[in-house]
């Protein structure tokens, strides 16, 4: 965000007065995170990532990097990573990112984010008792309408997108690949929540096992995206040089 002075001068007859207003403009550039050989963020626009522990909440911690969908990509096996905090305090919103996971454990987390442990999304490749990859989230009853008809591929990059939009129901959309899969209502506000600090980490949550693969091109944004930038982003990482 940026904040933007604005003065306004009034002359009417002999009447002269100027006031002065200090904006914050939000802005709508993306979190970006390419994982190219190290955990910068790409335009230092935001703070850089670090490892964490095998939770979002711990220390210490160790990431490699391997092949990319485009360039490198970071692969986590038993450690996380902990983005900075506060990379989303509104209910419009997008995240984007390619997961490529090596093996699946039940309820294990590739991306998630909260203000708190009773107040959070996770994005799950292998859902106990479905074997689907679902967004599920909570912050007072659980969302369970983020759940895709088949599970993310073993081995295989998968480009996975979630938008949401708080003016429009706090709607959900889910994308595979560019193209829309879900399209729900009633998401929860999780980033909201007063007075409370909203963090983010990739591969760990609160109480799981780790994630056990690589993460590639993770962009974040504040408002939802449309149709359009999302098949942009897929094509941009998949074009053939």
């Given at each position: 965000d940026q904040v933007v002075t604005l003065t306004a001068t009034i002359n009417y007859k002999d009447f002269t007065d100027t006031k002065t207003f200090e904006v914050t403009v939000k802005s709508l550039a993306p979190a970006e995170y390419s994982f190219e050989g190290d955990l910068t963020e790409?335009?230092?626009a935001y703070a850089n990532a670090k490892p964490t522990g095998d939770r979002i909440d711990n220390t210490g911690g160790n990431v490699t990097f391997v092949e990319g969908i485009k360039g490198q990509?970071?692969?986590l096996q038993g450690s996380g990573?902990?983005?900075?905090?506060?990379?989303?305090?509104?209910n419009d919103y997008s995240v984007?990112?390619?997961l490529k996971p090596e093996m699946f454990s039940d309820y294990t987390t590739a991306f998630f984010a909260g203000a708190s442990s009773s107040a959070w999304i996770s994005l799950v490749p292998s859902m106990d008792g479905t074997n689907k990859t679902r967004l599920w989230a909570t912050a007072g009853a659980f969302f369970d309408n983020g759940e895709l008809d088949t599970r993310i591929p073993q081995?295989?990059?998968t480009h996975l997108v979630m938008t949401v939009d708080g003016n429009n129901g706090d709607t959900l959309k889910m994308y595979v690949n560019g193209e829309l899969k879900i399209e729900a209502g009633g998401f929860p506000r999780v980033f909201t929540v007063a007075g409370e600090t909203n963090e983010f980490a990739l591969g760990v949550?609160?109480?799981d096992t780790p994630f056990n693969g690589a993460v590639d091109e993770l962009k974040?944004?504040?408002?939802?995206i449309d149709a359009d930038a999302i098949k942009a982003l897929y094509d941009a990482a998949t074009a053939q040089e």
């Open positions: 790409l335009k230092a990509a970071v692969f990573v902990r983005l900075p905090n506060n990379l989303i305090t509104t984007s990112m390619w081995g295989e990059w949550n609160y109480w974040i944004f504040n408002g939802a």
